[in-house]
């Protein structure tokens, strides 16, 4: 059993720490809603009023926060985990956040002597829930080492992707290929109505073909075909398009850092601003097809 302190108890965060109570670890939890700890207290798990206090006492540390912002508060700032946690202690940030930050706090914890690992997932809420994510985990062998049967615990797939920053590169160049590739489906589908193509027989036929991908056989953007794609459910999300835009945007600023050319990332990521700009952040990014259908 390890003590392990669990630093934003979200959507994702909660599951997570819930699977490492089953799996008969000690979970400290630390959010800065209230509610959100009251929910951990209730699965069996401890609080730790600030992630200073978890990070002195844990085995290891796990951040499930919305953005590098809070990465960089939480890790980097005074009383954050890296002043506060001690030599020995396992740091583990799961949050989807930019590969320079991800490098910037990898950096300062090795500089602590201290071993940490990026490692984002995959898999949403259902996969959280189940335990089944898929961990990109970015780091030193050793690190991956240690982090690995912590991990297991919430996940079902885990890569060691190579250095740090790398769990995040992994991420977005995937959720990259997942914007594109639900945009080429949805277009695809648009103009199938419009020859008069029953969306079933596409489905059908490129299901079997060279247009066959996960936005088509297993998150199709037309009701039919795959009964538990959010298009059955009027595009209830899953995973939001405020998320996927994020995560677009994530790739289009290592793009142009990294001096990669992705202009179909870009033209994604311009679709997916506008999707959300009228008003459907919330809605699963499935429901692009709508959007691109033109209601
Ligand atoms: P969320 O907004 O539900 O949860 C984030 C939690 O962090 C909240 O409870 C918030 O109160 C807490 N928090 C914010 N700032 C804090 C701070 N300074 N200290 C302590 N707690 C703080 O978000 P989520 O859906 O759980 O996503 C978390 C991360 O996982 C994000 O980076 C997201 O991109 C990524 N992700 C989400 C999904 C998904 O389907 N929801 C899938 C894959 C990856």
Request: hydrophobic share 45%; proline share 4%; charged share 20%.
């Amino acid at each position: 059993m390890a003590r392990i302190g669990f630093i934003g108890l979200g959507n994702m965060g909660l599951p997570m720490a819930q699977n490492l109570l089953k799996a008969g670890h000690h979970v400290e939890g630390v959010d800065v809603n209230p509610a959100a700890i009251e929910k951990l207290k209730g699965a069996g798990g401890a609080v730790a009023e600030t992630a200073k206090i978890a990070a002195a006492r844990g085995d290891a540390v796990i951040t499930m926060l919305p953005s590098g912002k809070e990465v960089r508060e939480v890790y980097l700032g005074a009383g954050g985990i890296i002043e506060s946690a001690n030599a020995g202690t396992l740091l583990i940030d799961s949050s989807t956040i930019d590969v320079e930050t991800a490098r910037v706090v990898a950096a300062a914890a090795e500089k602590k002597g201290l071993l940490m690992v990026d490692a984002p997932v995959s898999g949403g809420v259902g996969g959280a829930q189940a335990a089944t994510l898929t961990f990109m985990v970015g780091g030193s062998a050793q690190a991956f080492t240690r982090a690995q049967p912590i991990l297991e615990k919430m996940g079902k797939t885990i890569v060691h992707a190579g250095g740090a920053g790398n769990g995040q590169a992994a991420k977005i160049c995937n959720n990259m290929i997942l914007g594109i590739s639900m945009i080429a489906v949805s277009e695809a589908f648009v103009l199938a109505e419009k020859l008069g193509l029953d969306h079933q027989k596409l489905f059908d036929i490129s299901s079997k073909s060279s247009g066959q991908c996960w936005s088509m056989t297993t998150y199709c953007p037309v009701p039919g075909p795959v009964p538990t794609s959010p298009a059955n459910r009027d595009y209830a999300a899953g995973f939001t398009a405020a998320m996927m835009l994020k995560d677009l945007r994530l790739s289009q600023e290592a793009a142009r850092a990294a001096k990669a050319r992705t202009p179909l990332g870009a033209g994604a990521e311009k679709i997916y601003s506008d999707y959300v700009g009228s008003g459907e952040a919330g809605r699963d990014f499935s429901g692009i097809i709508r959007f691109i259908r033109g209601g």
